[in-house]
Nanobody, 124 residues
Framework: QVQVVESGGGLVQTGGSLKLSCAASGRAFTTHTYAWFRQAPGKERELVAAIRWDSGSTYYRVSVKGRFTISRDNAQSTIYLQMNSLKPEDAAVYYC?????????????????WGQGTQVTVSS
């Protein structure tokens, strides 16, 4: 199995930046797809970005393209989400998730390993 632990959330002003980290571990963590999801109160959990560890290929929801960047560092075994030009609509609990599925993985049910979440608050 894979374990993921998020960190880096906090309070930022509109237009500011935050960088979230997701530390990954487990025997086969490099064969997984990783994703950042977010969930605001009263809303469904939604995919923000995903990355295949092996190839580095990425996917972003349209609303964050050009503002957010998902990446991974092999040496640190860490997935990052660099968030720039933050908007109040980005405020949510952000979760790191992992799945052995390497195909299309855009919904929460595709992922079976989850972190505890880190809060991102954007002030206006």
């Amino acid at each position: 199995q894979v374990q993921v632990v998020e960190s880096g959330g906090g309070l930022v002003q509109t237009g500011g930046s935050l960088k979230l980290s997701c530390a990954a571990s487990g025997r086969a963590f490099t064969t997984h797809t990783y994703a950042w999801f977010r969930q605001a109160p009263g809303k469904e959990r939604e995919l923000v970005a995903a990355i295949r560890w092996d190839s580095g290929s990425t996917y972003y929801r349209v609303s964050v393209k050009g503002r957010f960047t998902i990446s991974r560092d092999n040496a640190q075994s860490t997935i990052y989400l660099q968030m720039n030009s933050l908007k109040p609509e980005d405020a949510a609990v952000y979760y790191c998730a992992a799945t052995p599925k390497l195909g299309t993985t855009r919904i929460p049910v595709d992922y079976n390993y989850w972190g505890q979440g880190t809060q991102v608050t954007v002030s206006s």
